[in-house]
């Protein structure tokens, strides 16, 4: 079985610019986490999707946004890039609500770096 | 609410000596409690999780955890230190019942000294 793919795996934009992630689940799994990782702030949540529908959402701006499609590929859209936008965005992926105990399976990240 | 303390941010072991991180967790009911590991440049791999079953959990690569719910503690052991743990480990907690996220402790990063 194929693990969480997120593509592309680095990346570097400028301040202002945007930028669009994306995340393929293991196949059968219809929820997607994303999470920013920084030195600084550790693991921070960023928004849940299950079946195409936003559970959960951290506490980020406006300018932090994602989607979920069908096939429950995912995507994250950051906009008006700042520098501490800079991080590591995983990916992660669980099986439906019935057999959700939270267990998540990690992709390996897209590392942003943002000048 | 729900929350994760690890206490601790370095950690450095001999080889072959007790590996031990700690964690704390608040939870406001019965929780789900997870090990991660993290090696550099990768995403994070499950270790073990406690999903209210038997009290001991046993994981990969000769990783143990013991739930305590009167001290709120999910300490990670193993007995003995190789080389290869040298990474970063994550406790995590995810509260049962309705759904929630899943929230991270900040993360040990453990040092194997040859």
């Known amino acids: 079985k194929a693990g969480v793919t997120q593509t592309p795996r680095y990346l570097i934009k400028t301040r202002g610019q945007q930028v669009t992630l994306s995340c393929s689940p293991i196949s059968g799994h219809r929820s997607v986490s994303w999470y920013q990782q920084t030195p600084g702030q550790g693991l921070q949540f960023l928004f849940e999707y299950f079946s195409e529908t936003q559970r959960n959402k951290g506490n980020f701006p406006g300018r932090f946004s994602g989607r979920q499609f069908s096939n429950s590929r995912s995507e994250m859209n950051v906009s008006t890039l700042e520098l501490g936008d800079s991080a590591l965005y995983l990916c992660?992926?669980?099986?439906?609500?019935?057999?959700?105990?939270?267990?998540?399976?990690f992709g390996e990240g897209s590392r942003l770096t943002v000048l | 609410a729900q929350s994760v303390t690890q206490l601790g941010s370095h950690v450095s072991v001999s080889e072959g000596a007790l590996v031990l991180l700690r964690c704390n967790y608040s939870?406001?009911?019965?929780?789900?409690l997870f090990w991660y590991v993290q090696y550099p440049n990768q995403g994070l791999q499950l270790l073990l999780k406690?999903?209210?079953?038997?009290?001991l959990v046993k994981g990969i690569n000769g990783f143990e955890a013991e739930f305590k719910k009167s001290e709120t503690s999910f300490h990670l052991t193993k007995p003995s230190a190789h080389m290869s743990d040298a990474a970063e480990y994550f406790c995590a907690v995810r509260s049962s019942g309705g759904y929630q996220k899943v929230t991270f402790g900040t993360g040990t990063k453990l040092q194997v000294i040859p």
């Open positions: 939870s406001s009911v019965p929780p789900y």
């Open positions: 992660a992926s669980s099986p439906s609500r019935g057999e959700n105990t939270g267990e998540l399976f």
């Open positions: 406690y999903t209210s079953a038997a009290t």
